[in-house]
């Protein structure tokens, strides 16, 4: 069975760091693309960063450009999100997500085209 665990989530004051992990089961990453979507209160869910199954190339939107980086270790079959430089605006729950997604494609954050979730890990960013 598919399954995706999100950890790491936490309070954080701004200008800290938190990293984030996907574990991912049932599947491998080589076979699947991984984004990291979030979704603040009141607001829709948004991509924040993918990483293609294709080559492992990473994509970020606008926002977390050299803030955010993702990466997986196939070893672990674990994705991250390393986040640093968070602001209060990062506020979220953030959920992995996995599709089966080529080349640059998983960077349109099209929700539907990814088959599975993860259940979320709150991230809060407040002094």
């Known amino acids: 069975q598919l399954q995706l665990v999100e950890s790491g989530g936490g309070l954080v004051q701004p200008g800290g760091s938190l990293r984030l992990s996907c574990a991912v089961s049932?599947?491998?990453?080589?076979?699947?693309?991984i984004a990291w979507f979030r979704q603040a209160p009141g607001k829709e869910r948004e991509g924040v960063s993918c990483?293609?199954?294709?080559?492992?190339?990473?994509y970020y939107v606008d926002s977390v450009k050299g803030r955010f980086a993702i990466s997986r270790d196939n070893a672990e079959n674990t994705v991250y999100l390393q986040m640093n430089s968070l602001k209060p605006e990062d506020t979220a729950v953030y959920y992995c997500?996995?599709?089966?997604?080529?080349?640059?494609?998983?960077?349109?954050?099209?929700?539907?085209?990814?088959?599975?979730w993860g259940q979320g890990t709150q991230v809060t960013v407040s002094s």
């Open positions: 990483i293609s199954k294709t080559d492992g190339s990473t």
């Open positions: 049932g599947f491998t990453l080589d076979d699947y693309s």
């Open positions: 997500a996995a599709g089966q997604i080529g080349l640059s494609y998983c960077s349109n954050y099209v929700p539907w085209s990814y088959d599975y």
